[in-house]
């Protein structure tokens, strides 16, 4: 990857001041970033970074702490487009940033979303809002699920059960939106002091 | 043992020499002129000097990094990463664009919608406004204090000499120093204010009691080599009125007091500082609280109220953010002295970080910590604006004058005014910030979803 070891030495900064000087995380240190309350799925966001899917580590759920190391990972996920890559780079990049939107999505690690965690990420999205009833964030999510089953499934009989989306109808859905362009953050180029003469 | 007896009594004749010559300086330099409030003017051609060198030393790292082909970096001022400017409005219009063509007036909820707030809890958790706020601010010379050097491996020979040579100085000769006058001026305050306090109530304690206070007050800033610049002057605190000022250290207080004269307020400690708030309250009426009576706010606003009220009393100084910030923004006021309905007179102070940093981190340092930084620093050099008064007009609440009277002060100082809750420092975020982001979200998504039937 092209990070740069400025840009490691800066997170590197920033990972020391979340955890106090210790070597690892817990999900207690993201409560002292203020900005992050604004956030309607912080929950989810916090959790993304100890979710073992995410860590790229060969067993499943929640892992309690993590390291400098794995906190570089999660960032990688965010990392913004090379201008050298070839065609199945970048659709390798494109998979893995959403397959990261993904997992944020399906809670219980089951590969599907249904329509519980559907309604769960709608509710946590617009519970914000005292005025809007359980019900109405209900129906809205209700009304999204039918429609995405409408993009994967197409028409549905009667009797047919929607189980879930799955990551390929989730690819699906993301058709045309070049996520893989908008999911970064970038870093400012430290500017270099002019030498006086 | 014949040889080193001559030889001790030398040494002791030369150590009881040098102190009485350095105790005689102190007194002519420095005692005396801090009594009747005139300058010699020592302490700016020490700054200028110092400016000087510290210009030399930047110059030599930057040679030093020339030679070695790398090049330096100033250390970052506006955070290290881009924020997008756009508004959740826009990016989560351009993303529907993209994806499924539709618009925003549907209020519908999209899967991609997600993304936008995902994104920017990436971007706060790397890198966010309000934590950097509350560490020291970062420069771009290099000041010989080795607290402050981010390309250490530069420095060369000589200028590792001269850094030796300025910490000799600084902790041999400026600390011991420093310390002595500090030690006078507490000692001379304690005394002065209760000697005054036996006079029987009158003009001629009023002013020794002024002259105790303001004579101590300037030995203090001289222990700290402070060098403060007034501006605007006519604008300063009157009776009855409130003076609120920008916190960045507990010498704020010094510095102000020092200027004027103003009756303290604040919470009764123990120890020493107990000591000093019980013998100044002797003198005149300062305002001090038991620990017990601080969480009481009615009791507060009722002392403060009446304290304003009659007109013979000083004018009161408050900090209202509650705690020390690190000098380049101010935050959220705290409502309290602004309901009281006393003429408000702002002042602002801004540090300048070149010779020691003044803030006080008070979860990384202790205050005896705190103090021995300060006082082995260069200098503390600060600007302090004094406002034109204000007052509540009726159309505003406490909050939107509070507000007022710190954008007023942040302008004035050139600090960035930010909404936040000093108490952030130690404290959670209060619920109703939570809102705001929420809010708006769903009600781009819901905000007709009542009108319309449920089907």
Not at chain 2, 29 to 55: D, N, W
């Given at each position: 990857?092209?990070?740069?070891?400025?840009?490691?030495?800066?997170?590197?900064?920033?990972?020391?001041?979340?955890?106090?000087?210790?070597?690892?995380?817990?999900?207690?240190?993201?409560?002292?970033?203020?900005?992050?309350?604004?956030?309607?799925?912080?929950?989810?966001?916090?959790?993304?970074?100890?979710?073992?899917?995410?860590?790229?580590?060969?067993?499943?759920?929640?892992?309690?702490?993590?390291?400098?190391?794995?906190?570089?990972?999660?960032?990688?996920?965010?990392?913004?487009?090379?201008?050298?890559?070839?065609?199945?780079?970048?659709?390798?990049?494109?998979?893995?940033?959403?397959?990261?939107?993904?997992?944020?999505?399906?809670?219980?690690?089951?590969?599907?979303?249904?329509?519980?965690?559907?309604?769960?990420?709608?509710?946590?999205?617009?519970?914000?809002?005292?005025?809007?009833?359980?019900?109405?964030?209900?129906?809205?999510?209700?009304?999204?699920?039918?429609?995405?089953?409408?993009?994967?499934?197409?028409?549905?009989?009667?009797?047919?059960?929607?189980?879930?989306?799955?990551?390929?109808?989730?690819?699906?859905?993301?058709?045309?939106?070049?996520?893989?362009?908008?999911?970064?953050?970038?870093?400012?180029?430290?500017?270099?002091?002019?030498?006086?003469? | 043992?014949?040889?080193?007896?001559?030889?001790?009594?030398?040494?002791?004749?030369?150590?009881?020499?040098?102190?009485?010559?350095?105790?005689?300086?102190?007194?002519?330099?420095?005692?005396?002129?801090?009594?009747?409030?005139?300058?010699?003017?020592?302490?700016?051609?020490?700054?200028?000097?110092?400016?000087?060198?510290?210009?030399?030393?930047?110059?030599?790292?930057?040679?030093?990094?020339?030679?070695?082909?790398?090049?330096?970096?100033?250390?970052?001022?506006?955070?290290?990463?881009?924020?997008?400017?756009?508004?959740?409005?826009?990016?989560?219009?351009?993303?529907?664009?993209?994806?499924?063509?539709?618009?925003?007036?549907?209020?519908?909820?999209?899967?991609?919608?997600?993304?936008?707030?995902?994104?920017?809890?990436?971007?706060?958790?790397?890198?966010?406004?309000?934590?950097?706020?509350?560490?020291?601010?970062?420069?771009?010379?290099?000041?010989?204090?080795?607290?402050?050097?981010?390309?250490?491996?530069?420095?060369?020979?000589?200028?590792?000499?001269?850094?030796?040579?300025?910490?000799?100085?600084?902790?041999?000769?400026?600390?011991?120093?420093?310390?002595?006058?500090?030690?006078?001026?507490?000692?001379?305050?304690?005394?002065?204010?209760?000697?005054?306090?036996?006079?029987?109530?009158?003009?001629?304690?009023?002013?020794?009691?002024?002259?105790?206070?303001?004579?101590?007050?300037?030995?203090?800033?001289?222990?700290?080599?402070?060098?403060?610049?007034?501006?605007?002057?006519?604008?300063?605190?009157?009776?009855?009125?409130?003076?609120v000022?920008?916190?960045?250290?507990?010498?704020?207080?010094?510095?102000?007091?020092?200027?004027?004269?103003?009756?303290?307020?604040?919470?009764?400690?123990?120890?020493?500082?107990?000591?000093?708030?019980?013998?100044?309250?002797?003198?005149?009426?300062?305002?001090?609280?038991?620990?017990?009576?601080?969480?009481?706010?009615?009791?507060?606003?009722?002392?403060?109220?009446?304290?304003?009220?009659?007109?013979?009393?000083?004018?009161?100084?408050?900090?209202?953010?509650?705690?020390?910030?690190?000098?380049?923004?101010?935050?959220?006021?705290?409502?309290?002295?602004?309901?009281?309905?006393?003429t408000v007179y702002p002042?602002?102070?801004?540090?300048?970080?070149?010779?020691?940093?003044?803030?006080?981190?008070?979860?990384?340092?202790?205050?005896?910590?705190?103090?021995?930084?300060?006082?082995?620093?260069?200098?503390?050099?600060?600007?302090?604006?004094?406002l034109p008064p204000m007052t509540r007009?009726?159309?505003?609440?406490?909050?939107?004058f509070?507000?007022r009277v710190?954008?007023a002060?942040?302008?004035?100082?050139?600090?960035?005014?930010?909404?936040?809750?000093?108490?952030?420092?130690?404290?959670?975020?209060?619920?109703?910030?939570?809102?705001?982001?929420?809010?708006?979200?769903?009600?781009?998504?819901?905000?007709?979803?009542?009108?319309?039937?449920?089907?």
């Amino acid at each position: 990857t092209t990070v740069t070891s400025e840009q490691i030495e800066h997170l590197h900064r920033r990972f020391k001041q979340l955890s106090r000087d210790e070597l690892t995380i817990r999900k207690e240190n993201f409560d002292s970033i203020p900005d992050l309350e604004f956030n309607p799925i912080r929950g989810k966001i916090i959790h993304a970074f100890f979710d073992k899917r995410n860590l790229r580590q060969e067993s499943d759920g929640l892992a309690d702490e993590i390291n400098f190391e794995d906190f570089l990972t999660i960032m990688s996920y965010f990392r913004p487009i090379e201008m050298n890559m070839d065609e199945e780079q970048l659709d390798r990049f494109r998979k893995e940033k959403l397959k990261f939107l993904f997992h944020m999505y399906d809670s219980d690690h089951d590969g599907k979303i249904t329509l519980q965690e559907y309604r769960n990420v709608v509710e946590e999205l617009l519970s914000g809002n005292p005025h809007l009833e359980k019900e109405s964030a209900r129906s809205i999510a209700d009304g999204a699920m039918m429609e995405a089953a409408s993009i994967c499934v197409g028409q549905m009989g009667p009797d047919q059960v929607y189980e879930g989306i799955t990551f390929e109808d989730f690819l699906k859905m993301w058709q045309g939106i070049d996520i893989e362009t908008k999911m970064h953050v970038r870093f400012l180029n430290m500017e270099p002091i002019a030498p006086c003469y | 043992m014949f040889l080193l007896l001559p030889f001790n009594s030398l040494v002791v004749n030369l150590l009881g020499i040098s102190i009485t010559v350095l105790f005689t300086l102190l007194l002519v330099f420095i005692i005396v002129p801090a009594i009747f409030g005139v300058s010699f003017g020592i302490r700016k051609v020490y700054m200028k000097t110092l400016l000087k060198i510290f210009q030399w030393a930047t110059l030599r790292i930057e040679r030093g990094a020339k030679e070695k082909n790398h090049t330096l970096y100033k250390p970052y001022v506006n955070g290290i990463i881009a924020k997008e400017p756009t508004s959740l409005e826009e990016e989560i219009k351009e993303i529907r664009r993209s994806g499924s063509g539709k618009a925003l007036d549907t209020p519908e909820f999209e899967l991609s919608d997600i993304f936008y707030f995902c994104r920017k809890g990436i971007e706060t958790i790397m890198d966010d406004e309000v934590t950097k706020r509350f560490s020291a601010e970062e420069l771009e010379s290099w000041n010989l204090l080795s607290r402050t050097n981010y390309n250490f491996q530069y420095i060369s020979l000589r200028l590792t000499v001269l850094w030796g040579l300025g910490v000799l100085i600084r902790y041999c000769f400026l600390l011991p120093l420093r310390v002595a006058l500090a030690f006078t001026g507490i000692s001379l305050l304690v005394t002065g204010t209760t000697v005054v306090g036996y006079l029987p109530n009158g003009r001629c304690k009023e002013f020794l009691s002024k002259h105790v206070h303001l004579m101590c007050y300037r030995i203090c800033v001289r222990a700290l080599t402070a060098i403060i610049t007034y501006h605007d002057r006519e604008n300063r605190p009157r009776n009855g009125g409130i003076c609120v000022a920008n916190h960045t250290s507990p010498i704020d207080v010094i510095i102000l007091a020092s200027d004027g004269y103003y009756a303290m307020v604040g919470q009764i400690h123990g120890g020493l500082m107990g000591v000093i708030q019980r013998a100044m309250v002797k003198a005149c009426p300062h305002v001090w609280f038991e620990r017990s009576e601080v969480k009481d706010r009615r009791l507060v606003a009722k002392r403060l109220t009446e304290h304003v009220q009659d007109k013979s009393k000083l004018p009161i100084l408050i900090f209202p953010e509650g705690t020390c910030i690190n000098n380049t923004s101010v935050m959220m006021f705290k409502k309290g002295s602004f309901e009281i309905g006393a003429t408000v007179y702002p002042v602002a102070i801004k540090y300048d970080p070149q010779f020691g940093d003044a803030f006080w981190n008070s979860s990384k340092y202790g205050m005896v910590t705190y103090l021995l930084r300060m006082m082995t620093s260069w200098a503390i050099v600060c600007s302090v604006w004094y406002l034109p008064p204000m007052t509540r007009q009726p159309e505003e609440d406490a909050v939107q004058f509070a507000n007022r009277v710190k954008s007023a002060i942040a302008r004035q100082g050139g600090l960035v005014d930010l909404l936040w809750d000093g108490g952030l420092k130690r404290e959670k975020v209060k619920d109703t910030f939570k809102e705001e982001q929420q809010k708006l979200y769903s009600k781009m998504i819901a905000g007709n979803h009542e009108d319309r039937s449920r089907s």
